[in-house]
């Protein structure tokens, strides 16, 4: 496929986003900066939230402790989230499109399958909180509520960029007057709750369980929050989209996380959504039920994000195979099929809603780690924001068809965290790696594979003939008309 075509964006007659995975020109460009901070803020202020405060807790780590590692993990995750965020302004392409630079036309297809996963899981630990939450706070039957919060993420994907935009801002203003009432009553004690602080203390595994799983809160936004920039103007001041996309994603994770671990510990609630709706009724009924139905709704229109990511990986994966251009019905085929696969998985998961978000996290934050420090090396280090876009859309372009240092760096990064890694129970089956059970079982495998990543890949780079990619890049500018950059 050619990187632009000429449609204008979305359809007339239906207002559907007609662009997906091409390059938007600058006179599409019609996002804005502020919209990044709601959008994100939403992103995070819904029920996911409130079960990673429990992961501290459930390992007997204190509150004050729980905090602390939360702050810590979701500021560190958030740093590498929003310095992608601003990569869509410069480059006007989805995430993954990008990364062919990296990983080569077809190398590409490695992170992706990775990706897929991170959109895949995130969905189906959605239904499955969804499906626990809302019938333990309301007695709603578990499969009408998978079905209807499947069908309602899908139809907002299929919309498309500007219709997930519009549905973050809409229950932001909802739900945030609701929430800051439900907390500033647990800070006063009218929520009520106690505990005995004997049973909860420090550890090094509990801490770094809970700092790590905050960080990957943030770090697996990372393959598609560009998505949602790019179609911001190339003029935007990447400092303003990175600031804009921090404060957002941050503070409303940190607020909900620590909300939940207070949950988890004063009234030991085990399923968040319930625990969120005993403490706002408590306080004020039916304060908790709002709070506990926005924070369900604006968990399904994250759904609606995850499949939207998740369409737009596909394609891009079919797109690296066979070069195609593809249309709304291919857009619509694809969120469909994503959904029942998500389903059906869901479906069969039986394990508790901190299992399985505890599960989901760690996996996706070994295997986007090594993606998430590749990317970064590349647009900030070593070709500083200058690509060739043109070629990114050509298995015979500059950036060949597999990238051999993107795809050395990925695998050796995630190879050198295997040692580390402290997998949780999945399916019945466990894995702590030799070096990581000679640290008490402390996590620390993903910070490993991303310093061992960046270092390889910064190496391998050396050798690039940055010459001739600038004159492949000039070239290309010229082309689709697009000012130089320098």
């Keep these: 496929m050619t990187p632009s075509t000429p449609s204008t964006g979305r359809t007339a007659a239906s207002l559907i986003e007609a662009r997906s995975i091409d390059w938007i020109p600058e006179r599409e460009r019609h996002g804005k900066v502020w919209h990044q901070a709601p959008l994100w803020f939403l992103g995070n202020f819904q029920y996911f939230s409130i079960p990673i405060g429990f992961i501290g807790p459930s390992l007997g780590l204190g509150l004050g402790w729980t905090v602390l590692a939360s702050v810590l993990g979701i500021g560190v995750g958030t740093v590498f989230m929003a310095f992608h965020a601003s990569q869509g302004p410069t480059m006007g392409l989805p995430q993954l499109i990008q990364s062919r630079a990296q990983f080569g036309y077809r190398g590409v297809i490695v992170p992706l399958l990775a990706t897929l996963f991170t959109y895949m899981a995130f969905n189906v630990a959605d239904t499955v909180l969804l499906s626990e939450g809302l019938n333990s706070a ?23 960029h500007d219709w997930l935009h519009k549905a973050f801002r809409l229950l932001l203003y909802v739900s945030l007057p609701i929430m800051a009432v439900l907390t500033v009553g647990v800070i006063l004690g009218a929520a009520g709750g106690s505990w005995d602080a004997s049973q909860y203390g420090f550890s090094w595994q509990a801490f770094m369980a809970q700092f790590a799983a905050c960080a990957a809160y943030n770090i697996t936004y990372a393959p598609y929050v560009s ?11 990447a400092r303003s989209v990175i600031s804009a996309v921090f404060f957002g994603a941050s503070s409303s994770a940190i607020w909900l996380i620590i909300l939940g671990a207070w949950l988890s510990i004063a009234l030991g609630a085990t399923d968040g959504l319930a625990g969120l709706q005993l403490a706002g009724n408590t306080i004020a009924a039916p304060l908790g039920d709002a709070a506990a139905l926005l924070s369900a709704l604006a968990l399904v229109a994250t759904m609606g994000m995850n499949a939207y990511g998740g369409m737009l990986t596909v394609l891009t994966t079919i797109d690296s195979i066979r ?17 029942v696969a ?10 508790g809603s901190v299992d399985t978000v505890f599960s989901a996290l760690t996996l996706m934050l070994y295997i986007l ?8 090396a590349d647009f900030f280090l070593v070709r500083k924001g200058h690509y060739a876009i043109e070629d990114l859309f050509a298995p015979s372009g500059i950036y060949g068809v597999w990238g051999w240092r993107g795809l050395t760096a990925f695998g050796v990064g995630l190879a050198a965290e295997v040692p580390f890694m402290v997998l949780p129970t999945i399916g019945g ?6 070096v990581a059970s000679a640290l008490g079982e402390v996590d620390i495998a993903w910070l490993v594979g991303l310093a061992v990543t960046s270092a390889v890949y910064l190496l391998l780079s050396r050798s690039l003939d940055h010459a ?9 500018d010229a082309h689709l008309g697009v000012t130089p950059t320098d």
């Design 138 to 160: 309301f007695g709603w039957a578990p499969v009408a509520i998978a079905v209807l919060a499947t069908l309602a993420g899908v139809g907002l994907a299929i919309f498309g």
């Design 227 to 237: 998505d949602y920039s790019r179609y911001l103007p190339t003029t935007t001041p």
């Design 323 to 339: 070069p195609i251009r593809p249309r709304t019905t291919a857009r619509v085929v694809t969120i469909l099929v994503l959904a």
């Design 342 to 351: 998500w389903y059906a998985i869901a479906a069969s998961i039986s394990s």
């Design 369 to 376: 780690v090594p993606w998430t420090a590749t990317n970064l």
């Design 429 to 434: 089956w466990s894995y702590v790696g030799p």
């Design 468 to 476: 001739a990619e600038d004159a492949e890049r000039r070239r290309s």
